[in-house]
């Protein structure tokens, strides 16, 4: 193995695989070092395509469950093979592994299993087995990632009480789970389980589902998840758990401090996740920390130790591989003597729950908490052609924009193919096109993107088409 190289990455998640393969294309001597046997970190193998495998799954089963009839598609005997769900959920999950080889082989860039510490700013020990060696670097990125988080109070025993990764590899299907938190992965895990019959019921301390996307959006979400049998209970506060064996008790208090508990077969613990930075031995670096242990960096994404760069979950910002991503092309970029550049406004935000929710730019709240002016184009979904044909109906699309000049501040979609909307959404904003410009383009009748444009006609101060 090679001693010296021109840039190791420390970890092989999205920013960090991406990282390795922009350095090599850009002509780097490149080794990247992962703890684990599998590359791909979190988002590859128990978390973004695990998830969105069996999210797809049980939207199936759902939709051949409670739709299918209507479509004139009688399905007799319709039952759900769960251990075959798991089945495919892990070949998906092999499949994109194998991709990743295949991308580190192409590449040229050297694989190195084992965990990595600094030893000082140059160089790093890779530990395997009890084998140690030591590398160096003219520059690093850490790109480490995150672990779920919990609160006081609960445990996480990886039996009873759980978190997504233990959800996504269960051995059988459970007849109730409660989850603790109704942000992006609790919604994602109680959709996936709410669709196959599993009695689900999400506890959130905040006032909203999906808390930090615009409100209209988790008001929406309740109201479809609602519908769909998911108890949910805003305002709440998770005190205690007990493993009792074969299941487990949650105590809560309500909007009133009064004390409740609920008993179910799993606790999903879905209230965040923290920076992975303990073990990589930054206490002999430059490198700071804040408060909340993520790796300070600077506009470049450069630590105190300006050689070692960060990226992705183990520094501020939003939580999102694609976004880790962007901060890997960006900092080899930055390395390379170019001068990229990231809007972090402009980083989409997805949750694939059914219909997907999408999000880009300013909420309406925060719009409102530094008073600036601000038109809303609001188009419904059930207003949309296409959208009935396909019994679709749920959700709309919103578009806020400046009143003047007709820039677009912020999009938010709940609805079907949001995810994918979603782009156009992003391009209009960063060549910041304007509310009318984006309504004057032809869209092809029918699909799920005129209600987009709807919504861009209505923002732009005219009234709809369709409605």
Known sequence: METNYDIIVIGSGPGGYIAAVRASQLGYKTALIEKYSTLGGTCTNVGCIPSKALLDSTEHFHTAATKFKSFGIDVDGLRLDFTQLMIRKSEVVQQNVSGLNYLMNKNKIQVIEGTASFLNNQEIQVAKNGDKSTISATYFIIATGSKPATIPGVVIDKKRIITSTEALSLAEKPRSIVVIG????????????????????????????IPTMDKELGKELKKIFSKNDIKILLSHKVQSTVNNGMDVTIHYLD????????????????????????ELGLENTAIELDSKGRIVTNEKLQTEASNIYAIGDVIAGPMLAHKAEEEGVFVVETINGQKPHINYKLIPGVVYTWPEVASVGYTEEELKSENKEYRVGKFPFSANAKARAAMEKDGFVKVISEPKYG??????????????????????MEYEVTDEDM?????????????????????????????
């Open 439 to 467: 309504f004057r383009i032809s869209y092809a009748h029918p699909t799920y993107s005129e209600a987009l444009k709807e919504a861009y006609l209505i923002a732009s101060g005219q009234g709809a088409l369709n409605i």
């Open 407 to 428: 820039e677009i501040l912020g999009i938010h979609i709940i609805g079907p193919r949001a995810a994918d909307m979603i782009a156009q959404g992003v391009i209009g």
């Open 255 to 278: 909007q009133s401090n009064v004390s409740h508990e609920i008993t179910a077969d799993y606790c999903l613990v879905a209230v965040g996740r923290s920076p992975y930075t303990k």
């Open 182 to 209: 109704g942000g992006v992965i609790g919604v994602e895990m109680a959709s996936i389980y709410a669709r196959i019959g599993v009695k689900v019921t999400i506890i959130e301390y905040a006032d909203s589902l």
